[in-house]
């Protein structure tokens, strides 16, 4: 599981897109959303899209992992994503709030979360009023949410400022080849090569 956050506008979604196009064994958990798909966005690839009836429903029947409201919407992430992901051996990237990282870490100790961080505020306002036509008062709204989301990055084993495109997914890249490098991840192979010590040893 590798837990990704970060403020809406730091740039995560370029970011993932590329690493998910040039590493290996790495799938995106897509999200249920009672939001509006954006211009582009397809049901089933960038969210699955639901209403808040739908989304009710399927957690009130246990099917998130992990679930959270932000800016008056509903996101979740669905046990599904997670059994597949491991039925085929892969490992899981999401995209998911503070809120939402908190209940995963909660429910898999060995997750590696990353906090992607904007170059600036200047930065980050830039990116934000280019995404769309949002009355001032939700814009504004939208900035205090990314404060208070940046207030919570000391909680991440990593953090990436998003200066350079190029870097940031390179570190992120770093990221997840040592955590598959992890005494957790080889440990049964590892008892595999052990035992033939102890063999070779009685012989």
Known sequence: MIVVSGPSGAGKTTVLNRVLAELPDLRFSVSHTTRIPRSGEKDGVEYHFVTRREFERLHSEGAFLEWAEVHGELYGTARAEYDR???DG????LD???KGAD???QRFGDAVTVFVIPPSYTDLERRLRGRGPDDEASFQRRLAVAGEEMSHFRKYQYAIVNVDLE???EALK???RASRLRTSRVAETAETILS????????
Do not use: W, Y
């Not at 892969?90 to 990237?93: I, S």
């Not at 033939?196 to 012989?203: A, D, S």
């Open 103 to 105: 209940q995963v870490v």
């Open 167 to 169: 870097a940031s997914v």
């Open 96 to 98: 998911i709030d503070v």
């Open 174 to 176: 770093t990221v997840i």
């Open 90 to 93: 892969v490992d899981l990237l």
């Open 85 to 87: 992901a491991m039925k």
């Open 196 to 203: 033939t010590f102890q063999t070779h040893k009685e012989n």
